[in-house]
């Protein structure tokens, strides 16, 4: 009696792992993953409480986005002035960063393409004053725009910033990176200096200085002590001060902080454009230098 055989074959199950799809960097996505929530947790925080009552805010248990909806914000701007401060803050930032950024790149040629007696003492003397710390400038330099008259003026909340060192620095450093064939070709066909930082530095150098007009714009925005001694005039105040004024509303006795945090939010806003503006020219310098 044949039997009949059925062999019979089973299929193994495929296990997928996740390592292996990712490899190592899962980890590592995994902890920039969690590092980028909680840089972005106190800006989630500030934008929940900015449209909060202030009973709400001081109810711990109420996390999310208020019944204030973005009154606070129409607050802030019209109520408080809000909108002037803003404005007050922008042109001292751009005047800072045109300044700054013209001068540095005329110091910087001076430095790198001039034979300049001395020129290693100069370039020392000129990193020595990041060492000295602001307090020790204030007074002094307050007594200084006092005699000149720029008291509760714009200069006097922009030309303390003209003159870097730090961006003297980095376009130096920069300048010296650049091969020394150009410069002899330029000078082989008569290019004069100015000529050379406009058809020659300057198109070498977005990316540069975009990164210093960033960060010089963030700095300039950020301005708080300073603006607040050389200024009396309130409506010739920056935005820094501004939040600081919007401390001095209360409700039934309770701070309101969703009105302070809609000002917050207001401020943070110029800056992050200018640096969606500016992003792709630090993304090429970035690029170049990993080549």
Known sequence: ????????????????????????????????IASVFLMALPLV?????????????YNISKIGFGSSGLSNYRTALTEYNLMQYMINSFVMSAVIVVGKVALSLLAALALVYYRLPHERAIFMFI??????????????????LADLGWANTL?????????????????RQ?????PESLVENARLD????ISFLFRVLIPMSKGMIAG???ITFIYAWNQYLWP??????????????????????????????????????IALLPPLVILYALHRPLLETFAIQQK
């Open 228 to 265: 607040l001694i050389v200024i009396s005039d309130q409506q010739k105040q920056v935005i820094q001060v501004g939040i600081k004024y919007l401390q001095g509303a209360s409700q039934s006795g309770l701070t309101q902080w969703g009105l302070i945090m809609a000002g917050a939010v």
């Open 45 to 57: 925080l500030a934008i929940f409480m900015s449209t909060q009552t202030p009973t709400e805010v």
């Open 155 to 171: 200069l006097a909340i922009t030309g303390p910033y003209i003159a870097s060192a730090t961006a003297v620095f980095l376009f």
């Open 127 to 144: 990193l020595l004053t990041l060492l000295i710390p602001v307090p020790v400038r204030i007074v002094p330099l307050f007594q200084l």
């Open 212 to 214: 210093v007009s960033v």
């Open 174 to 178: 920069h300048f010296l990176s650049i």
């Open 190 to 193: 008569g290019v004069g200096p």
């Open 1 to 32: 009696m044949a039997t009949d055989t059925t062999q019979s074959t089973e299929t193994p199950t495929t296990r997928i792992d996740v390592t292996d799809i990712f490899g190592d960097q899962l980890f590592v996505h995994l902890g920039l």
